[in-house]
Nanobody, 122 residues
Framework: QVQLVESGGGLVQAGDSLSLSCAAS????????MGWFRQAPGKEREFVSG???????YSADSVKDRFTISIDNAKNTVYLQMNSLKAEDTAVYFC????????????????WGQGTQVTVSS
């Protein structure tokens, strides 16, 4: 029922900026809380940024001063604006939806997009 489609990934240089998009339905954005995760080769999928139950944003310490999650309800799209990218940001980025639980808890998310690759060269 819930379909999430990420886009916007690509190859960039360290220090560059990139914006990722997650397209969803109006119904999904009204009834679910959205978040972004990433997974590098050989590593666990980790939390990046997401919306809390009160609609505030919360980000991992590693990205909180550089990444910003936002939503455009008119376009039914969730964004992840990434600035000052580093080589260690290289990963597949996923958007996901949860109905409850902690914003940073991977296990709380019931639906996931297919992922989009972000590669940062140093």
């Amino acid at each position: 029922q819930v379909q999430l489609v990420e886009s916007g990934g690509g190859l960039v240089q360290a220090g560059d900026s990139l914006s990722l998009s997650c397209a969803a339905s109006e119904r999904t954005l009204r009834n679910w809380f959205m978040g972004w995760f990433r997974q590098a080769p050989g590593k666990e999928r980790e939390f990046v940024s997401g919306f809390t139950w009160s609609a505030a944003t919360y980000s991992a310490d590693s990205v909180k001063d550089r990444f910003t999650i936002s939503i455009d309800n008119a376009k039914n799209t969730v964004y992840l604006q990434m600035n000052s990218l580093k080589a260690e940001d290289t990963a597949v980025y996923f958007c996901a939806a949860r109905s409850g639980g902690a914003v940073s808890d991977r296990r709380a998310y019931a639906y996931w997009g297919q992922g989009t690759q972000v590669t940062v060269s140093s």
